[in-house]
Every structure is written in structure tokens, then in C-alpha cells.
């Protein structure tokens, strides 16, 4: 059954897009939850439509205009959370709601009306992924991996307390625009995974995850990467043989897996305690 999956190209290139974006989703994911900003991949996604939509109407690389809408996007909600002048919902909500209209208008005016493959970038069809695609995926990724491991120390005390970071004579503006950023390409890198209205779910369910079995920082992000990992590849495998459409399945893929976690570790919690509630025996 593996070698049948092998042995065509555009699986070949889907697995591989699928474990890079399966390592740097949550990467960055941890951070975000930290921060209590878990649904920023939402707004980005659809900042970074509007790229794809000047992209399609420009007959330019779409994946770059995206990086560039998405980057452009999350400065400005870093930079207007910081000001003070807008709370980072609120601005994360400008930011929601301006890029998918601006991607509906832009996609108005390309030539032929609305692109067939438009779907592709917003539920995800790995299976389209191009070795041009992979390519730019690969070096963004690595990017991402360096910067989110490299810097993990101070991007956990920055995510954690600003306040105390501050203090600590760290450059916290500097961190979150840098972060932001990071979340920026990692969108791109996974849009054309699991797309850019489902991207938000895998950089925080692995994370969520985690987080139920796991009592340390370090310990949550090596296993949300093993997580998000085991989901994208074992969710896009699993869409070839079910015919399904890969960002759905690697999402429901992630899903169940938080469910199973959340049950088992209920159900454990209440065995321990059950247990330990239970009366030694009578001296005789």
C-alpha cells in the first residue's frame, strides 16, 4: 500500500509538503496560544487571499504575493496591538475582514471571472503542490523551524510576560513583529495544505493537544511537532485511499486525535483519583 503511494510524483511532492507543514505549523502554534491569540491563522488566511487574488489577477506567482500580503498584514496588527490604540482582537478583526474583502474584489476583476483553482488555496489540494511550490515551501519552512527552536527561550518569555520580558531588557516589539511575521509564512507554507480557512487548526490543535498529557513548555512543543507531523502526513496518505480532500482530512485527523487525548486523560484523572480515595485495609 506505501510503495502504490509512492510511486507517483504528486504524492511524493504531497508528503513532503505535508510533513514540513506538519513541523512548522505548530512551532509557531505554541507561541500563539501562549499569547491567547490562537485564531490568528484565521485572519492571516485571509489576509494572505488577498494576496492569492493579486496574484491570480497580476498572472504573477501566487504563493509570493500572498507571502507578501500576509507578512504586510501581520505587521500591521502587531504594530496596532503595540500602539495600544486597538486591542489584538479588534485589530486582528480589521484585518479578518478587510483581506477577504479585498480577495473577493481583486478576484472580481481577474480576467474569466473567479479561477477554478481558487478552492485550492482556501481547503487545501496538496496534491497540486509544484516543484516550484516545494521548493519555496522548503526554504520558508526552514526558516520558520530556525527562528521558532533557535529562539525559543525568548520568544516563550516574550509570549509569556511582555511586562517581565521588558524588564529583562528584551526587545519585545522587536520579537512580536519577528513572530509575526514567522506567522505570516507559515500560513503560505500551509495554505496549499490544508487551505487558508482550516490553517488556524493546525497550529493549534497539535499544540491543544500536547498540552493535555505534557506539564512543560519544552516538553508541549516536541510533542505538538511529533502531533502535527503524524496528522498532516498520516491525514494526506489517508485522503488518497478515501478520495477525500486532503486539508479536511488532516484537520478531522486532528481533531479526533485531541478528542481520544481529552477522553483517555479524563479518564486516567479519574482512575488516579478514584484510587487513591480508596480505603487501605482495616488492622486487624
Known sequence: MTGELLQYGFMQRALIAALLVGLTAPSVGVYLVQRRLALIGDGMGHVALAGVALGVLTSTQPVLTALGAAVAGAVAIELMRASGRSSGDVALAIMFYGGIASGVVLISRAPGGTPAN???????????????????????????????????????????????????????????????????????????????????????????????????????????????????????????????????????????????????????????????????????
Open 118 to 284: 481558487l478552492n485550492a488555496y482556501l481547503f487545501g489540494a496538496i496534491t497540486t503542490t509544484s516543484r516550484a511550490d516545494l521548493v519555496v515551501f522548503a526554504v520558508l519552512a526552514a526558516l520558520v523551524l530556525l527562528a521558532t527552536l533557535g529562539l525559543a527561550p525568548r520568544f516563550f518569555a516574550v509570549s509569556n510576560d511582555e511586562e517581565y520580558a521588558r524588564a529583562a531588557g528584551l526587545p519585545v516589539l522587536g520579537y512580536n513583529l519577528l513572530l509575526a511575521v514567522i506567522t505570516a509564512a507559515t500560513v503560505v507554507i500551509s495554505m496549499r495544505v490544508v487551505g487558508l480557512l482550516l490553517i488556524s487548526a493546525l497550529m493549534v490543535v497539535p499544540v491543544a493537544t500536547a498540552q493535555l498529557v505534557t506539564g512543560s513548555f519544552r516538553t508541549t512543543v516536541l510533542l505538538s511537532l511529533g502531533i502535527g507531523l503524524v496528522v498532516a502526513v498520516g491525514g494526506t496518505a489517508g485522503s488518497y485511499y478515501a478520495d477525500t480532500p486532503s486539508g479536511g482530512s488532516i484537520v478531522v485527523l486532528a481533531v479526533a486525535t485531541f478528542a481520544v487525548t481529552s477522553v483517555a486523560t479524563r479518564l486516567r484523572s479519574a482512575l488516579t483519583r478514584r484510587t487513591r480515595e480508596q480505603p487501605g485495609p482495616v488492622p486487624g
